[in-house]
Protein backbone atom coordinates (compact mmCIF):
# COMPACT_ATOMS: atom_id res chain seq x y z
CA UNK A 1 0.00 0.00 0.00
CA UNK A 2 1.36 3.25 -0.98
CA UNK A 3 2.33 5.57 2.38
CA UNK A 4 0.38 8.72 3.15
CA UNK A 5 1.51 11.80 1.27
CA UNK A 6 3.55 14.24 3.68
CA UNK A 7 2.82 18.04 3.42
CA UNK A 8 0.35 17.40 0.51
CA UNK A 9 0.12 21.05 -0.66
CA UNK A 10 3.70 21.87 -1.07
CA UNK A 11 4.30 22.81 -4.49
CA UNK A 12 6.80 20.69 -6.68
CA UNK A 13 8.27 20.99 -9.56
CA UNK A 14 9.89 17.83 -10.79
CA UNK A 15 13.30 18.92 -12.65
CA UNK A 16 14.12 15.66 -14.40
CA UNK A 17 12.54 12.74 -15.68
CA UNK A 18 12.50 10.67 -18.96
CA UNK A 19 10.12 9.26 -21.53
CA UNK A 20 10.61 6.16 -23.48
CA UNK A 21 8.57 3.25 -25.69
CA UNK A 22 11.09 0.35 -25.66
CA UNK A 23 9.83 -2.70 -28.00
CA UNK A 24 9.45 -5.88 -25.77
CA UNK A 25 11.20 -7.75 -28.07
CA UNK A 26 14.38 -5.84 -27.80
CA UNK A 27 14.35 -5.91 -24.01
CA UNK A 28 13.83 -9.35 -23.31
CA UNK A 29 16.57 -9.87 -26.09
CA UNK A 30 19.03 -8.17 -23.45
CA UNK A 31 21.09 -10.52 -21.65
CA UNK A 32 20.95 -10.81 -18.06
CA UNK A 33 24.06 -9.47 -16.60
CA UNK A 34 22.37 -9.29 -13.12
CA UNK A 35 22.92 -5.03 -13.56
CA UNK A 36 20.10 -2.79 -12.05
CA UNK A 37 19.61 -1.63 -15.33
CA UNK A 38 18.35 -4.24 -16.97
CA UNK A 39 16.00 -4.57 -14.41
CA UNK A 40 14.78 -1.51 -15.16
CA UNK A 41 14.81 -1.75 -18.94
CA UNK A 42 12.30 -5.26 -18.43
CA UNK A 43 10.41 -3.75 -15.84
CA UNK A 44 9.26 -0.55 -17.29
CA UNK A 45 9.58 -0.97 -20.82
CA UNK A 46 7.34 1.60 -21.48
CA UNK A 47 7.20 5.28 -20.18
CA UNK A 48 4.84 7.64 -22.21
CA UNK A 49 2.49 10.25 -20.81
CA UNK A 50 -0.21 8.31 -19.50
CA UNK A 51 2.33 6.44 -17.03
CA UNK A 52 3.99 9.70 -16.31
CA UNK A 53 0.21 11.16 -15.28
CA UNK A 54 -0.03 8.46 -13.23
CA UNK A 55 2.92 9.24 -11.32
CA UNK A 56 2.01 12.93 -11.05
CA UNK A 57 -1.28 12.47 -9.88
CA UNK A 58 -0.21 10.26 -6.67
CA UNK A 59 -0.65 12.28 -4.25
CA UNK A 60 1.78 15.20 -4.38
CA UNK A 61 1.42 18.07 -5.62
CA UNK A 62 3.13 18.10 -8.96
CA UNK A 63 2.43 21.41 -11.16
CA UNK A 64 5.11 20.75 -13.84
CA UNK A 65 7.84 18.98 -14.76
CA UNK A 66 11.38 19.32 -16.96
CA UNK A 67 12.17 16.41 -19.19
CA UNK A 68 15.57 15.14 -19.68
CA UNK A 69 17.00 13.47 -22.79
CA UNK A 70 17.53 9.53 -22.81
CA UNK A 71 17.47 9.04 -26.72
CA UNK A 72 14.24 8.62 -26.92
CA UNK A 73 12.65 8.51 -30.64
CA UNK A 74 15.62 9.78 -32.65
CA UNK A 75 14.94 10.45 -36.24
CA UNK A 76 15.37 7.76 -38.87
CA UNK A 77 16.08 9.52 -41.72
CA UNK A 78 17.86 12.40 -42.46
CA UNK A 79 21.14 13.95 -41.73
CA UNK A 80 22.88 11.97 -38.22
CA UNK A 81 23.69 15.71 -36.26
CA UNK A 82 20.21 16.28 -36.48
CA UNK A 83 18.15 12.51 -35.71
CA UNK A 84 18.68 13.58 -31.81
CA UNK A 85 15.85 16.74 -33.08
CA UNK A 86 12.97 13.99 -33.30
CA UNK A 87 13.58 13.66 -29.46
CA UNK A 88 12.36 17.26 -28.94
CA UNK A 89 9.54 16.69 -31.65
CA UNK A 90 8.51 13.75 -29.96
CA UNK A 91 8.35 15.60 -26.13
CA UNK A 92 7.20 18.81 -27.65
CA UNK A 93 3.99 16.99 -28.65
CA UNK A 94 3.55 15.56 -25.30
CA UNK A 95 3.92 19.26 -23.51
CA UNK A 96 1.62 20.55 -26.05
CA UNK A 97 -1.01 17.42 -24.43
CA UNK A 98 -0.27 18.96 -21.37
CA UNK A 99 -0.63 22.32 -21.75
CA UNK A 100 -4.32 21.96 -23.42
CA UNK A 101 -5.53 21.33 -19.98
CA UNK A 102 -7.89 18.53 -20.45
CA UNK A 103 -5.01 15.96 -18.29
CA UNK A 104 -5.46 18.85 -15.23
CA UNK A 105 -3.70 22.01 -14.32
CA UNK A 106 -0.08 20.28 -14.00
CA UNK A 107 2.00 21.00 -17.04
CA UNK A 108 4.57 18.25 -18.30
CA UNK A 109 7.71 19.00 -20.40
CA UNK A 110 7.17 22.72 -19.65
CA UNK A 111 10.79 22.54 -20.31
CA UNK A 112 12.91 19.99 -22.26
CA UNK A 113 16.41 19.37 -22.30
CA UNK A 114 17.45 17.44 -25.48
CA UNK A 115 20.79 16.13 -27.00
CA UNK A 116 23.79 17.02 -29.12
CA UNK A 117 26.63 15.36 -29.95
CA UNK A 118 29.44 18.33 -28.90
CA UNK A 119 32.16 16.90 -30.38
CA UNK A 120 30.62 17.13 -33.94
CA UNK A 121 32.34 20.96 -34.66
CA UNK A 122 30.66 23.98 -33.74
CA UNK A 123 28.86 24.87 -36.93
CA UNK A 124 27.07 21.20 -36.74
CA UNK A 125 26.71 22.17 -33.24
CA UNK A 126 24.84 25.32 -33.70
CA UNK A 127 22.94 23.88 -36.78
CA UNK A 128 21.66 21.08 -34.37
CA UNK A 129 20.88 23.63 -31.21
CA UNK A 130 18.80 25.92 -33.18
CA UNK A 131 17.03 23.06 -34.80
CA UNK A 132 15.99 21.82 -31.18
CA UNK A 133 14.96 25.75 -30.07
CA UNK A 134 12.85 25.56 -33.47
CA UNK A 135 11.18 22.16 -32.62
CA UNK A 136 11.07 23.28 -28.96
CA UNK A 137 8.41 26.19 -29.98
CA UNK A 138 9.81 28.20 -26.32
CA UNK A 139 9.73 25.15 -24.43
CA UNK A 140 13.86 24.01 -25.62
CA UNK A 141 16.33 24.75 -22.37
CA UNK A 142 19.34 22.81 -22.98
CA UNK A 143 21.51 19.64 -23.45
CA UNK A 144 22.78 16.96 -21.64
CA UNK A 145 25.78 14.87 -22.74
CA UNK A 146 26.99 11.76 -20.50
CA UNK A 147 30.92 11.67 -19.49
CA UNK A 148 29.75 8.26 -17.22
CA UNK A 149 32.65 6.48 -18.07
CA UNK A 150 34.50 3.70 -15.49
CA UNK A 151 37.41 0.61 -16.18
CA UNK A 152 35.11 -1.34 -15.14
CA UNK A 153 32.13 -2.43 -16.83
CA UNK A 154 30.47 -4.16 -13.72
CA UNK A 155 29.69 -0.28 -12.86
CA UNK A 156 27.95 0.88 -15.85
CA UNK A 157 26.33 -2.09 -16.86
CA UNK A 158 24.80 -1.93 -20.75
CA UNK A 159 25.74 1.79 -20.58
CA UNK A 160 29.50 0.27 -20.21
CA UNK A 161 31.38 1.27 -23.29
CA UNK A 162 29.43 4.53 -24.54
CA UNK A 163 31.91 7.21 -23.49
CA UNK A 164 35.67 7.41 -23.46
CA UNK A 165 37.51 8.92 -20.43
CA UNK A 166 37.90 12.44 -19.82
CA UNK A 167 35.14 13.54 -22.61
CA UNK A 168 34.54 17.08 -20.67
CA UNK A 169 38.60 17.63 -21.36
CA UNK A 170 38.03 17.14 -24.84
CA UNK A 171 39.02 19.86 -27.28
CA UNK A 172 36.43 18.85 -29.47
CA UNK A 173 33.53 18.65 -26.84
CA UNK A 174 34.92 21.90 -25.55
CA UNK A 175 34.76 23.94 -28.87
CA UNK A 176 30.93 22.64 -29.48
CA UNK A 177 30.30 23.11 -25.55
CA UNK A 178 31.28 27.37 -26.59
CA UNK A 179 28.23 27.36 -28.38
CA UNK A 180 25.63 26.77 -25.63
CA UNK A 181 26.09 30.38 -24.06
CA UNK A 182 25.97 32.76 -27.13
CA UNK A 183 22.28 30.38 -27.54
CA UNK A 184 21.06 30.90 -24.33
CA UNK A 185 21.27 27.45 -23.60
CA UNK A 186 22.37 25.45 -20.75
CA UNK A 187 24.02 21.92 -19.82
CA UNK A 188 23.29 18.88 -17.91
CA UNK A 189 26.14 16.95 -16.46
CA UNK A 190 26.05 13.26 -16.07
CA UNK A 191 29.13 11.32 -14.50
CA UNK A 192 30.27 9.19 -11.73
CA UNK A 193 32.38 10.64 -8.54
CA UNK A 194 35.22 10.19 -9.79
CA UNK A 195 34.99 12.18 -12.29
CA UNK A 196 33.50 15.20 -10.93
CA UNK A 197 37.17 16.76 -11.19
CA UNK A 198 36.37 16.79 -15.14
CA UNK A 199 33.41 19.14 -14.28
CA UNK A 200 35.42 21.08 -12.23
CA UNK A 201 37.64 21.99 -14.83
CA UNK A 202 34.81 22.49 -17.38
CA UNK A 203 33.32 24.54 -15.35
CA UNK A 204 36.02 27.26 -14.23
CA UNK A 205 36.45 27.04 -18.24
CA UNK A 206 33.16 28.40 -19.05
CA UNK A 207 31.63 30.65 -16.35
CA UNK A 208 29.07 32.02 -18.40
CA UNK A 209 27.43 28.88 -18.98
CA UNK A 210 24.98 27.59 -16.57
CA UNK A 211 25.47 24.18 -16.09
CA UNK A 212 23.60 21.52 -13.98
CA UNK A 213 25.12 18.34 -12.41
CA UNK A 214 22.60 15.58 -12.22
CA UNK A 215 22.13 12.91 -9.59
CA UNK A 216 24.69 14.77 -7.14
CA UNK A 217 27.56 13.01 -9.42
CA UNK A 218 26.40 9.71 -8.96
CA UNK A 219 28.15 8.19 -5.22
CA UNK A 220 28.98 4.50 -6.05
CA UNK A 221 29.09 1.60 -4.20
CA UNK A 222 29.08 -1.55 -6.83
CA UNK A 223 31.68 -3.00 -9.18
CA UNK A 224 35.40 -2.30 -8.00
CA UNK A 225 33.46 0.38 -5.40
CA UNK A 226 31.36 -2.56 -3.96
CA UNK A 227 31.56 -1.81 0.28
CA UNK A 228 33.26 1.58 -0.45
CA UNK A 229 30.40 4.16 -0.60
CA UNK A 230 31.22 5.30 3.09
CA UNK A 231 34.97 5.38 2.37
CA UNK A 232 34.61 7.46 -0.78
CA UNK A 233 31.99 9.70 0.94
CA UNK A 234 35.23 12.18 1.75
CA UNK A 235 36.29 12.50 -1.65
CA UNK A 236 33.08 13.39 -2.90
CA UNK A 237 32.30 15.94 -0.39
CA UNK A 238 35.84 17.39 -0.76
CA UNK A 239 34.92 17.49 -4.66
CA UNK A 240 31.03 18.55 -4.51
CA UNK A 241 32.73 21.33 -2.07
CA UNK A 242 35.17 22.33 -4.91
CA UNK A 243 32.62 22.44 -7.62
CA UNK A 244 30.00 24.87 -5.50
CA UNK A 245 32.54 27.78 -6.12
CA UNK A 246 31.38 27.70 -9.32
CA UNK A 247 28.79 29.93 -9.47
CA UNK A 248 27.34 28.78 -12.60
CA UNK A 249 26.96 25.47 -10.98
CA UNK A 250 23.72 23.90 -9.97
CA UNK A 251 22.89 20.47 -8.74
CA UNK A 252 20.02 18.05 -8.64
CA UNK A 253 19.55 16.32 -5.53
CA UNK A 254 18.22 13.36 -6.41
CA UNK A 255 18.88 10.12 -8.43
CA UNK A 256 20.22 8.17 -5.12
CA UNK A 257 17.93 5.06 -5.71
CA UNK A 258 19.64 3.96 -8.71
CA UNK A 259 21.92 1.08 -8.93
CA UNK A 260 24.70 2.68 -8.69
CA UNK A 261 25.07 3.44 -4.56
CA UNK A 262 24.26 -0.53 -4.13
CA UNK A 263 21.62 -0.02 -1.66
CA UNK A 264 19.38 -1.95 -3.43
CA UNK A 265 20.54 -4.70 -5.88
CA UNK A 266 17.99 -5.56 -7.49
CA UNK A 267 14.58 -4.84 -8.15
CA UNK A 268 12.63 -7.48 -7.09
CA UNK A 269 13.67 -6.84 -3.49
CA UNK A 270 11.04 -4.56 -2.18
CA UNK A 271 11.03 -1.25 -1.66
CA UNK A 272 12.35 1.04 1.72
CA UNK A 273 9.99 2.91 3.27
CA UNK A 274 10.52 6.96 2.98
CA UNK A 275 12.12 6.47 6.18
CA UNK A 276 15.08 4.58 5.17
CA UNK A 277 15.49 6.30 2.16
CA UNK A 278 15.72 9.47 3.85
CA UNK A 279 18.45 7.95 6.45
CA UNK A 280 20.37 6.90 3.35
CA UNK A 281 20.38 10.17 1.57
CA UNK A 282 20.58 12.46 4.31
CA UNK A 283 24.36 12.74 4.34
CA UNK A 284 24.15 13.56 0.77
CA UNK A 285 21.17 15.84 0.37
CA UNK A 286 22.77 18.00 3.34
CA UNK A 287 26.31 18.34 2.15
CA UNK A 288 25.08 19.35 -1.46
CA UNK A 289 23.05 21.87 -0.20
CA UNK A 290 25.25 23.17 2.31
CA UNK A 291 27.71 23.68 -0.07
CA UNK A 292 25.56 25.32 -2.69
CA UNK A 293 22.70 26.54 -0.51
CA UNK A 294 19.44 25.98 -1.65
CA UNK A 295 18.75 28.41 -4.48
CA UNK A 296 21.63 26.17 -6.43
CA UNK A 297 19.63 22.92 -5.55
CA UNK A 298 16.34 21.13 -6.58
CA UNK A 299 15.19 17.78 -5.95
CA UNK A 300 14.37 15.48 -8.91
CA UNK A 301 12.68 12.32 -9.42
CA UNK A 302 15.00 10.95 -12.30
CA UNK A 303 11.29 8.53 -13.04
CA UNK A 304 11.20 5.90 -14.41
CA UNK A 305 14.93 5.09 -13.78
CA UNK A 306 14.73 5.62 -10.03
CA UNK A 307 11.50 3.47 -9.60
CA UNK A 308 14.75 0.51 -9.25
CA UNK A 309 14.65 1.79 -6.11
CA UNK A 310 11.57 3.37 -4.59
CA UNK A 311 8.09 4.54 -5.86
CA UNK A 312 6.86 8.26 -7.20
CA UNK A 313 5.06 8.83 -3.53
CA UNK A 314 7.99 7.29 -1.51
CA UNK A 315 10.38 9.36 -3.12
CA UNK A 316 8.95 12.74 -2.84
CA UNK A 317 8.33 11.62 0.91
CA UNK A 318 12.11 11.31 1.63
CA UNK A 319 12.96 14.25 -0.02
CA UNK A 320 10.12 16.43 2.74
CA UNK A 321 11.46 14.23 5.68
CA UNK A 322 15.24 15.19 5.16
CA UNK A 323 13.91 18.75 4.40
CA UNK A 324 11.84 19.46 7.49
CA UNK A 325 14.21 21.34 9.13
CA UNK A 326 14.53 23.39 6.56
CA UNK A 327 13.24 26.95 6.36
CA UNK A 328 10.14 28.00 4.05
CA UNK A 329 12.19 29.87 1.47
CA UNK A 330 14.95 27.11 0.83
CA UNK A 331 11.83 24.30 1.03
CA UNK A 332 10.78 26.02 -2.25
CA UNK A 333 14.08 26.65 -4.00
CA UNK A 334 15.02 22.47 -3.54
CA UNK A 335 11.27 21.47 -4.93
CA UNK A 336 9.93 24.39 -7.11
CA UNK A 337 12.56 27.67 -7.35
CA UNK A 338 15.00 26.64 -8.40
CA UNK A 339 13.79 24.37 -11.38
CA UNK A 340 11.76 27.40 -12.74
CA UNK A 341 14.52 30.05 -12.24
CA UNK A 342 17.43 27.05 -14.34
CA UNK A 343 15.21 25.86 -16.56
CA UNK A 344 12.54 29.54 -17.40
CA UNK A 345 9.83 26.89 -17.27
CA UNK A 346 6.42 28.64 -17.13
CA UNK A 347 4.72 27.02 -14.30
CA UNK A 348 2.42 27.95 -11.62
Given at each position: ?????????????????????????????????????????????????????KDLNSGHN???TVYMECGAMYRADGPAELKCVGETEFVNGVAAMSASGIYGDLRACAAIVGHVDLRIGADHVED????????????FRGIRQSASFDEDPNVLGPLAGRN??????????????????????????????????????????????????????TPL?????????KERFGEWKKNIEELSKCEN???????????????????????????????????????????????????ESNFPVDRFG??????????????KTYSADEKTALFSGTAKKVYRAAID
Open positions: MPEAILEPDLPIVDPHHHLWDRPQAIVGALPDTGHGFIDILKNTPRYLFDELLIRGALRSHIAAGHGRTAGLYRDPKFREGFAVLHRLGLSFDAWLLEPQLPDLIDLARAFPQTVIVLDHVGGIGRYSGKLVNVKVGGLPMPFAGWKLRMHEADPPSEKLAEQWKPYIETTVAAFGAKRCMFCDYVSLWNAFKRVA
